[in-house]
């Protein structure tokens, strides 16, 4: 079994920053991929940001220049840096990842976390 554990969402005001965590762990032999997606209430869940195995990274496009995404491979874990933010940036953030399991012939998987609340207000 493969868990995705977020951390780090909260309240912040608008301009502020806030980090997020994900870490993985069970029976993971590598991770092709790992990132962040959102979803405001009423709205279709978006890319935020994707990270590789190879480091290619992705953004969508409301979010570049101000979040940032990199990786811990020793610890299984991606962060999401989240700078100047703002009111349309509040929604719930689930961690995603693309795992090949252990044993590999199980081939790769996609998981989901349980989302961690990020509400931008005054």
């Known amino acids: 079994q493969v868990q995705l554990v977020e951390s780090g969402g909260g309240l912040v005001q608008p301009g502020g920053s806030l980090r997020l965590s994900c870490a993985a762990s069970?029976?993971?032999?590598?991770?092709?991929?790992m990132g962040w997606y959102r979803q405001a209430p009423g709205k279709q869940r978006n890319l935020v940001a994707l990270?590789?195995?190879?480091?290619?990274?992705n953004y969508g496009d409301s979010v570049k220049g101000r979040f940032t995404i990199s990786r811990d491979n020793a610890k299984n874990t991606v962060y999401l840096q989240m700078n100047s933010l703002k009111p349309e940036d509040t929604a719930d953030y689930y961690c995603?990842?693309?795992?090949?399991?252990?044993?590999?012939?199980?081939?790769?998987?996609?998981?989901w976390g349980q989302g961690t609340q990020v509400t931008v207000s005054s």
């Open positions: 995603y990842s693309k795992i090949l399991r252990r044993p590999t012939y199980l081939g790769e998987y996609e998981y």
């Open positions: 069970g029976s993971i032999f590598s991770i092709n991929a």
């Open positions: 990270i590789t195995s190879g480091a290619s990274t």
